[in-house]
């Protein structure tokens, strides 16, 4: 590490979200002067408005069914009411933690938090609050905000930030997108006993994942009497003098609900950076546009993250922040892989996957095989629900590789996370078949699926 005195800082990290906070903290325990400069509670959106409280309230969702599904493993339960002041209050709690333990951190490694609005007013200096800081290196990692699309009455929906707040639970609810936050927020309000209606512009929901997956998955949230609507628009939103909204769609039926939630994707925070002033170039999409090492196309800036617009995922931030510090004070310079990354969706049911969806792996091999396990769990046998559960292997024919893994239902996301560390080392197919499962569980299943379901030639 060769500090640069010239400068106060070393690195100066505008952003104290996942990306940020991980990056001034490997940095600063190497020895590094860094400063980190944010305007709201540290933690970013992930721990404030995201990933930890959406969490918590998918867990409360759970509750939902499982006093039904308690009778019939013999409990006499009827379903109390949920009391919605104290989730938030216990929520609150949980996330002022996280937010105590950020800081801590923070300081435990040596690097400083500044609090306040940062500008770029130069390409070795930042301005927070009238004070001008500088630093060899600035990175940005500002995250990203709601996008809302224009229409009469948008200023009526309300965004998955203002979810986290909500005064009281919404008798109903309507949710328009398709993708991670609108498929998991119709679960959470159907789950707390919210009558929700999803809406999605186009045919199938959940575009980008395997499409049996995606067309099992709304099978199984329609089995549950989930309202879903595909080819669905909002076109108008008005407010009735009860508060109440109506809606009117692009098919031109109306329907009256009490919120209306724009779950239709984040784009960068760009704005009021100063970057257009320093240089600092965005891509077509208004994303930081950076090079394999996280440069900006000014050389003193580097951004990563939700802002760079790559994976807008939490433990993407945290890879491509590990990755700048080993590159910059570490002399490491691999590239960061993006492939084979987990994700899951915590929907219900959930859905867990990793590596190509069936379509993805038969444009790019010629020949592969596909393994399919559908069942109902020990769990729900008793429990008398509809919920199924769906596992699929899709395996290179020639290589015998396991390509893609994907599963819908309880835990998807906790039984992906192992099967990903097993494609990352390359497993076959015969690897999985030579693995003894656990049984009894649902995890077994991958490793079970003896007879392939159908192969795929061109
Ligand atoms: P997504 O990109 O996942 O989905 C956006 C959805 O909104 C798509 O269905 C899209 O439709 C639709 N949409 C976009 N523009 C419009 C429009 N003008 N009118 C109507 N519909 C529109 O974004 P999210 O907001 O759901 O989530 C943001 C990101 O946060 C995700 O990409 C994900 O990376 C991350 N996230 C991850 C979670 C997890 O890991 N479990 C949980 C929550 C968020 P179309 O498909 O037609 O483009």
């Keep these: 590490m060769n500090a640069n005195n010239q400068y106060e800082y070393d690195l100066f990290v505008i952003g104290a979200g996942s990306g940020g906070v991980r990056a001034a903290r490997m940095a600063a325990a190497l020895g590094v002067r860094v400063a980190v400069v944010e305007q709201d509670r540290a933690g970013g959106t992930c721990v404030n408005l995201g990933c930890v409280p959406k969490k918590l309230y998918v867990h409360a969702a759970e509750y939902g069914s499982a006093f039904a599904a308690a009778v019939g493993f013999g409990f006499d339960s009827s379903r109390p009411p949920l009391d919605w002041q104290t989730l938030q209050q216990n929520k609150d709690g949980v996330v002022a933690q996280a937010n105590r333990g950020i800081e801590g951190m923070l300081s435990k490694a040596g690097a400083t938090l500044i609090r306040g609005k940062a500008t770029i007013t130069g390409r070795h200096e930042v301005t927070v609050a009238g004070t001008s800081y500088s630093a060899e290196r600035i990175l940005i990692a500002t995250g990203s905000r709601p996008f809302v699309p224009e229409l009469p009455g948008s200023d ?5 930030d203002e979810l986290f707040t909500l005064p009281q639970l919404p008798t109903r609810a309507l949710i328009i997108g398709g993708g991670y936050i609108a498929t998991e927020f119709t679960g959470i309000f159907h789950g707390l006993g919210v009558a929700v209606t999803q809406a999605y512009r186009g045919n199938l929901f959940l575009r980008g994942f395997d499409e049996e997956i995606r067309t099992y998955v709304a099978d199984q949230m329609r089995k549950k009497a989930l309202d879903l609507r595909f080819h669905c628009q909002p076109t108008r939103i008005e407010k009735n003098v009860d ?7 692009n098919d031109g039926s109306t329907g009256t609900t009490d919120l209306v939630l724009a779950a239709t994707g984040r784009r960068p925070n760009t704005s009021f950076l100063g970057l257009e002033e320093v240089g600092v170039e965005l891509d077509e999409r208004g994303a930081i546009k950076v090079g394999e090492g996280f440069q900006t196309s000014v050389p003193s800036i580097y951004a990563l993250g939700d802002v760079i617009n790559r994976l807008q995922l939490t433990p993407v931030a945290l890879a491509e922040a590990m990755n700048l ?7 490491k310079k691999t590239p960061l892989s993006y492939e084979l990354i987990p994700t899951a969706v915590f929907s219900s049911p959930n859905i867990g996957t990793v590596g190509l969806s069936e379509e993805q792996a038969s444009e790019q091999y010629p020949d592969i095989d596909i393994y399919t396990a559908e069942f109902r769990s ?3 046998a008793l429990a008398g629900t509809t919920e199924r559960y769906l596992m699929k292997l899709i395996v290179d024919a020639n290589s015998d590789r396991v390509l893609g893994a994907h599963m819908v239902g309880e835990g998807a996301g906790e039984i992906i996370q192992g099967i990903a560390i097993a494609l990352k080392a390359g497993a076959t197919k015969a690897i999985f078949d030579q693995t003894i499962g656990i049984h009894p569980t649902s995890a077994e299943e991958f490793v079970t699926m003896r007879s ?3 192969s795929i030639n061109r």
């Design 452 to 454: 392939k379901t159908r």
């Design 243 to 249: 508060g109440s909204l109506l809606v009117s769609f």
């Design 378 to 380: 020990l769990k729900q």
């Design 325 to 331: 510090v080993d590159r910059l004070y570490r002399g």
């Design 156 to 160: 009526l929906m309300v965004t998955s």
